[in-house]
């Protein structure tokens, strides 16, 4: 038996990277229904990695999209705490698929980084709680604490199914914190936890003019443009300044305590770095009196994330296009109600439509904002923990990202999420190139070890 | 030997629509690669037909696109004139094809009306100008006037080739005036010549934001979207009341004669007719102090054709996209000048790019406005003759659509075309379910040789 868990993963690093690697070879993209049977694949994958580490009672549980996963390890007792380890399995599509420099579902080390779809966000991440378990046991021997894994299939398309077996199994569930690895250390080498995520309100506009398309000579200037309409609607959103429109919008927002605002600027931070390396593009937008961490992390936005109208082939067409469809989403902060959010903004968009144009609104899913409690004592162990490993005080940040699922637990299992991830800002998720640094798994696995650890110890 | 032109096309209705059906089963259409061969078919078709019809020194003539067809009839001899009849064989594209209610490639007869891509635009009409000939060889045995036909295959991308070869052989095609049926009347049974045409400007924005897709929840709020910069920038080019914002835009711009626009308000036009059942939308838009018929002929206008960018398939991704393109056109009607357009088109476009956002303009094609002297002989004797077939005055009017060929003969033949059409203006150009009335085709075919007749031999 290893004297430690990291004596064990320094001996089993080829095998630990090789059956990530199998993992992430599935394309399980959830929102696309033709590879629905590989999102069912992963989910099968997951739960025989639950079976293989050690964990018991593996469930994988249909529901009426993509499966969730289930399994636990109960025999710390009741004197010990309970940690959920939730992470998702579903990748976002891989398109534009001719910016990969190798191919998205073919894992490849490169620079000490492994590229693959799903590296970072979620499968190399939620892997480490796994292979955490197998480590602890493997060297150990024992778990020190209880654990419960519900891993989900639905993530990156709203997570509807887990979301609702959250509000109707809270007693299965019953847990003293969650743990997810699904954010970013905020910058290399630093341990950070993140204690804010923004909600997300995701919906589909779509514009409708004239009844056909129609010639642009001969009805250009008098008939209304389903394209040009929606392009009018969707100027009408967010000003030039990157201010949201719609009435009442900011009228909840609540302002990051002093104290936090001051942390944020003590962190390393280049705005030209960050302009250069990350976003790639000649300016920077949004609210200018904002720092950009606070415009990220602290400020609701608007966004338009595709859209499509009229005749988009080869050459020319002239046609004035009878429909058009934009997917339009908003970020929210604390204490913006995306109930309250979804009807200002849908009232807005209907009232805004130009002339002759009709739209319709579709709210394809909707997620609180969310704040955690720094004092909470998981929360002490786990930045304690991190910081040790790292060598390195622990900063508290928050994500401008939505992990909806946090929200879920606070709401009806009454926990605190810690949201202990190990990417980096530099990852690339939801883009071409998605990769996750391939030392940062192995201290992953074995800094959550550490906090299984200290955490059911202390306990 | 049939005794008239009309006694002709009466007993051979079956097989000159026949005829024609088999033409428009060839799905020539000019701006997707994929239909090149068939593009290259029809122009075999057309020669083939004009053959058949008596016409001699029938070429067909590579370009660097699609081919010409040339044929001539010159044996009424010198003191006789020459009518150079020109078509097009390539069509639109034919989708959306979901909206057809009979394959656009499948000619089908229902309620008088042949159904088919290409059946009005303008297969169906130049074929009219063929058959003209047939007709008139058939039952009287001669053609008292000297005949040439141009018929391309770019009309509908452009009509590059045939520019460059009216150019350089104004010799060969010398004539006294061109004959054009790509139009319509101005109502059924309104005998109609279109004595104005707009020009036609078209290109292509592209936007470019950040470097690549970039997660929205990491990076929104910071972060350019290109989707967001095109919807920004497209939205500058007009405003809400339908007045292009391109600084000079309007400077050049005619204004029809007083007793033009008079006899326009005297033309039979019922708004809510012209937004019920040819538009289809609850309102139209435009420029409001100028009547529908001014702001469709003589005003010119800027249409987004196309719009694409960012993630347009089903459900939600999250993405700030780094790239989108646009179909922008603008038509032209006298004195604009297409190069005059396109230079301040682009400079303002490229000025107005919003911050973060790069721009790209591709001019496609560029194309000049027309306007016809209605009192030439030839026109006079058109319109005398398309009055006394259809037993009612004819009416001249102008088309917001563009024929850029009609300003090619203008300025490299110095001579005016006859542009008249036997299309309705219902029949779908460009859309799903284009269709042409079958009376109308043979209306057409001994209106025109009427015409030849008459033309020849007055002359």
Excluded at 328 to 353: D, G, I
Aim: charge should be negative; proline fraction near 7%.
């Amino acid at each position: 038996m290893p004297a430690s868990v990291s004596e064990y993963v320094e001996s089993n690093r080829a095998r630990l990277l090789d059956e990530l690697k199998d993992f992430l070879r599935i394309p399980s993209i959830s929102t696309l229904p033709e590879h629905a049977g590989d999102v069912g694949r992963a989910a099968e994958f997951v739960a025989q990695s639950l079976r293989d580490a050690g964990l018991e009672n593996v469930e994988v549980i249909p529901t009426e999209r993509h499966p969730l996963v289930y399994a636990d390890w109960l025999r710390a007792g009741e004197g010990k705490p309970t940690v959920l380890c939730y992470g998702h399995y579903d990748v976002q599509p891989p398109d534009p698929l001719e910016l990969w420099h190798t191919p998205p579902f073919e894992p490849t080390e490169r620079d000490g980084n492994l590229y693959a779809r799903g590296s970072a966000d979620d499968k190399g991440q939620m892997y480490m709680h796994v292979k955490a378990v197998e480590a602890l046991r493997a060297s150990l021997g024992e778990i020190p604490l209880n654990l419960k894994f519900l891993i989900e299939g639905e993530e990156e398309i709203g997570g509807a199914s887990i979301t609702k077996y959250v509000a109707e199994n809270p007693e299965k569930l019953k847990a003293d914190v969650a743990l997810v690895s699904d954010t970013a250390l905020y910058a290399e080498g630093i341990p950070t936890l993140c204690i804010g995520l923004r909600g997300l309100v995701y919906t589909e506009i779509e514009a409708t003019g004239p009844m056909r398309d129609l010639h642009s000579g001969l009805y250009g200037g008098a008939a209304p443009n389903a394209v040009f309409g929606l392009v009018e609607l969707l100027g009408k959103l967010k000003n030039a300044d990157g201010v949201v429109q719609v009435p009442g919008f900011y009228d909840d927002v609540a302002e990051p305590a002093a104290a936090e605002k001051a942390s944020w600027t003590s962190l390393p931070f280049s705005e030209a770095e960050f302009l250069a390396k990350e976003v790639g593009s000649s300016a920077l937008t949004g609210e200018a009196d904002r720092t950009v961490l606070e415009r990220v992390w602290s400020r609701p936005t608007l966004e338009v994330h595709g859209i499509a109208g009229g005749f988009t082939g080869a050459g020319a067409k002239t046609v004035i296009p009878a429909s058009a469809t934009a997917k339009v989403s908003m970020r929210l902060v604390p204490n913006q109600n995306p109930e309250k959010v979804v009807a200002a903004y849908t009232k807005f968009v209907e009232e805004s439509a130009p002339a002759g144009i009709r739209v319709k609104v579709r709210v394809l899913s909707a997620g609180e904002p969310l704040l955690v409690d720094p004092d909470h004592p998981a929360i002490q162990v786990a930045a304690e923990v991190f910081g040790a490993k790292m060598g390195k005080p622990t900063v508290f940040t928050r994500s401008g990202g939505s992990i909806p699922i946090v929200g879920d637990f606070a709401r009806h299992l009454k926990i605190p999420t810690i949201l202990m991830g190990f990417g980096l800002p530099d990852d690339g998720l939801h883009s071409p190139n998605e990769k996750y640094k391939i030392e940062n798994y192995f201290l992953g696995i074995s800094t959550i070890a550490e906090f299984f650890t200290q955490y059911g110890t202390r306990s």
